[in-house]
């Protein structure tokens, strides 16, 4: 668990939902029977009349707050207890889930895939051989392909650069002929049920455009259909969030970057909230008018740095039905607490904010990458940015099933673990594209 979390310390931050009804403990424990060993068979009844409204909530799991004053999604939370002990789900083993609510296909809606396809370009099928395999293995249905460029190349080479990694991920998937590039929502569902592999092309930092507003719809035209404004750096239209508590710009966006979010939302390009600075992330939230997305961060909670998110930033994303994506390089500042336990405490921790339909995924795999480059290279990103604690069994694509194993175990139903893992981001990206 992350910061010292333990099974006991989850269940405590959940007293708060229940804390209003009457010996909330033993109720959750008579609950658990029931849906244990006779759910198909009782009816439920609170002799307690304040526990009616809870009661009347009940469907798999779910129990809504009425006494939440937030609006939307927000005012949802869950009990797990009750969701692990439906008769359907203890019937068919963990294998069996797993296999089930993977086959339709796993939504990631951040990997760096396309800058090392451009290093690797003068090698031929690099996605086929080195990444395929790992997609295949984990279930993966779609990715959210990102172009970052680096700083080596910028300010000269920024476009080009951008230009030739968007070639190459159209390159490599014909090649593959098992993936394809998506432009639409329509597109995405096709992928999916025909069992391929899709890549939503996303932009991480608008250096490529420079501050050119009509570069924008060039790269429209050619798949991009999220950008993230910044990355860690300042550039023409904001200032990225640093990887420190506080020492961020307090300056929003720029004026370019204001007119590039309006020209996003009516072109139909996702605003994508990662990185952004908290003055900027704010400014967006007002600019827009579409459900929020980060598409890949972490809870300030167990991680307190500007570039994850706040408390207050998570609700605002929930009050507009957005959805947060939950990055697994930076779920805590300890390497020993690195693991899929801490994971999965981010992705409670903002489901008990703002409801589980505003959870996803956005595994920000960074290993393959990591491990390339020479100690030189390691200690400059140590000094400038962060060290990167990867989770030794959720460091690519084919450890997808250890996570979903993991949210099974934390006692998730399968309709919780189907909208983490595909469900609220294909809503979201319906709204958007």
């Not at 990887?243 to 020209?263: D, M, Q």
């Not at 704010?282 to 998110?309: C, G, M, Q, W």
């Not at 706040?310 to 990055?327: F, P, T, W, Y």
């Amino acid at each position: 668990m992350c910061n010292g979390c333990s099974r006991r310390g989850v269940e405590r931050g959940n007293k708060k939902v229940l804390a209003h009804r009457s010996d909330h403990r033993s109720d959750r424990v008579f609950r658990r029977i029931l849906f244990d060993r006779a759910r198909n068979h009782f009816a439920f009844f609170n002799l307690d009349p304040s526990l009616v409204a809870a009661g009347s909530d009940l469907d798999f799991g779910l129990v809504r707050d009425h006494s939440s004053k937030t609006k939307g999604l927000c005012a949802h939370r869950f009990d797990r207890c009750a969701a692990s002990g439906s008769m359907t789900q203890s019937k068919e083993s963990v294998e069996a889930r797993v296999e089930r609510l993977h086959a339709q296909g796993i939504i990631d809606m951040h990997f760096d895939l396309p800058m090392d396809l451009y290093e690797k370009r003068a090698q031929p099928n690099v996605l086929a051989t080195e990444f395929l395999p790992e997609f295949e293995a984990g279930g993966i249905g779609l990715i959210g392909a990102a172009i970052y460029i680096e700083d080596r190349y910028l300010p000269e080479r920024g476009l080009q650069v951008a230009l030739d990694q968007i070639a190459r991920l159209y390159a490599e998937a014909e090649q593959s002929k098992r993936c394809v590039v998506c432009r639409t929502h329509k597109e995405i569902w096709g992928t999916l049920d025909s069992k391929k592999i899709g890549f939503l092309i996303t932009l991480e930092g608008v250096e490529p455009l420079g501050d050119d507003l009509n570069l924008l719809r060039a790269f429209y035209e050619l798949g991009v259909r999220a950008i993230g404004l910044t990355h860690a750096r300042t550039n023409a239209a904001g200032y990225g969030g640093i990887f420190a508590a506080s020492g961020s710009s307090p300056e929003g966006l720029t004026p370019f970057g204001r007119e590039l979010v309006r020209e996003c939302e009516r072109l139909g390009i996702i605003v994508d909230l990662a990185h952004i600075n908290p003055a900027g992330f704010k400014e967006i939230v007002d600019l827009t008018t579409k459900p929020l997305v980060v598409s890949h961060t972490n809870a300030r909670k167990f991680y307190d740095v500007e570039r994850n998110i706040s408390d207050e930033q998570i609700k605002l994303v929930g009050q507009r039905r957005g959805v947060i994506g939950i990055n697994s390089v930076l779920v805590s500042p300890a390497q020993k607490e690195s693991t899929l336990d801490c994971y999965v405490d981010h992705i409670e921790h903002v489901a008990n904010l703002i409801g589980i339909d505003c959870v996803g995924i956005g595994f920000d795999f960074f290993e393959f990458i990591y491990r390339q480059w020479p100690e030189s290279k390691k200690k400059w990103m140590a000094e400038k940015l962060t060290t990167p604690h990867f989770i030794p069994d959720l460091t690519n694509h084919s450890h997808a099933p250890n996570l979903t194993r993991k949210l099974i175990e934390r006692g998730f139903g399968n309709d919780d673990v189907a909208k983490i893992l595909r469900g609220n981001w294909l809503r979201v990206l319906g709204e958007w594209l």
